[in-house]
């Protein structure tokens, strides 16, 4: 069994940054993706930024060049700079063993386990 613990998230004012932190534990995984989504009352949940543990990152359109994911060990962090009020959302980190393909990384169907979430709000 995978466990996924989330921390980070609050409150900025637009412009600002926000570090969010996902922990890995549990049953070892050698290869694996892990995730960032988000979503909003009323709309689908959406791939914000995707890794595996060996070569690959891709991000959403709307967060290249803002957002930054990076793993230290079982740790992964995702560093969201230049944060806009569209980017309010709940944020959660998900983990799937073996490798996602490239083309379906930020599908929420792709990704097995799933953290509880933590808030991320932009004002104006």
């Known amino acids: 069994q995978v466990q996924l613990v989330e921390s980070g998230g609050g409150s900025v004012q637009a412009g600002g940054s926000l570090r969010l932190s996902c922990a890995v534990t549990?049953?070892?995984?050698?290869?694996?993706?892990l995730a960032w989504f988000r979503q909003v009352p009323g709309k689908e949940r959406e791939g914000v930024a995707s890794?595996?543990?060996?070569?690959f990152t891709t991000y959403a359109d709307s967060v290249k060049g803002r957002f930054t994911l990076s793993q230290d060990g079982g740790k992964h962090t995702l560093q969201m700079n230049s944060l806009k009020p569209e980017d309010t959302a709940m944020y959660y980190c998900?983990?799937?063993?073996?490798?996602?393909?490239?083309?379906?990384?930020?599908?929420?169907?792709?990704?097995?386990?799933w953290g509880q979430g933590t808030q991320v709000t932009v004002s104006s």
């Open positions: 890794m595996n543990n060996i070569d």
């Open positions: 998900a983990a799937e063993p073996g490798l996602v393909p490239a083309n379906t990384a930020l599908a929420p169907s792709q990704f097995t386990y």
């Open positions: 549990g049953d070892t995984l050698r290869y694996y993706s």
